[in-house]
């Protein structure tokens, strides 16, 4: 079965200053990546995907992610945060070669300070 | 293009009692899926529908289940309320190419609360 960790619950940093998700899945083959982020009251929304092809991925809103697939890890990326960055953000995977039934990890709660 | 749209945004329902809740996929999106989130459970898969069929069921009791219209609109019922049931509901729609899915994106969601 696949299964998604991410080791932070909650993280904070200042506005301005560099920032890493992390992420690690356990899926037998090679599965498609996700990251979400979620606002309070929101749905979610899709920053960026990884299916193949480059490991390093780039999204919206100036966040990137890396797949390593040695690690088995998908880490969340940005240079400098803003303040409204300031939400839950959700790592998730689908079975390789399809999007559907999305397991996703428990979250992590990114709190900016000014 | 609007985006998935959920209704109603809020519930209140008593224990013991049925809900549906429903999805308007984006414009053209012919799968939909069903996700449950609560603060101990995370997010949890439902099941998925395409082409008014179900495709994909999460484990989930049966008091859960959904159904699709012809215009991929889709409705989720659960019967026989349980305080464990409050969460929100998200519906996420999808392309189908191949018969796989891509990419899901989701509705706003509807706050489902329980008493």
């Known amino acids: 079965a696949q299964s998604v960790t991410q080791p932070d619950i909650h993280i904070t940093v200042s506005e301005g200053a560099s920032l890493e998700l992390r992420c690690n899945y356990s899926?037998?083959?090679?599965?498609?990546l996700f990251w979400y982020v979620q606002s309070p009251g929101q749905g979610l929304q899709l920053l960026l995907k990884?299916?193949?092809?480059?490991?390093l991925v780039q999204g919206i809103k100036g966040f990137e992610a890396e797949f390593k697939r040695s690690q088995s890890s998908f880490n969340l990326r940005k240079p400098s945060v803003h303040w409204s960055d300031a939400a839950e953000y959700f790592c998730a995977v689908g079975p390789s070669g399809s999007a559907r039934q999305l397991t996703f990890g428990s979250g992590t709660q990114l709190t900016v300070l000014p | 293009k609007a985006g998935v749209t959920q209704t109603p945004r809020y519930l209140i329902k008593t224990r013991g009692q049925q809900v549906t809740l429903s999805c308007s996929p984006i414009?053209?999106?012919?799968?939909v899926s069903w996700y449950q989130q609560t603060p101990g459970q995370g997010l949890q898969f439902l099941f998925e529908y395409f082409s008014e069929t179900q495709r994909n069921k999460g484990n989930f009791p049966g008091r859960f289940s959904g159904r699709q219209f012809s215009n991929s609109r889709s409705e989720m019922n659960v019967s026989t309320l349980e305080l464990g049931d409050s969460a929100l509901y998200l519906c996420?729609?999808?392309?189908?190419?191949?018969?796989?899915?891509?990419?899901?994106?989701f509705g706003p969601g509807t706050r489902l609360t329980v008493t």
């Open positions: 996420a729609s999808s392309t189908r190419t191949g018969g796989e899915v891509y990419e899901q994106y």
């Open positions: 899926y037998g083959a090679t599965p498609y």
């Open positions: 990884y299916f193949s092809g480059d490991t």
């Open positions: 414009s053209g999106h012919r799968s």
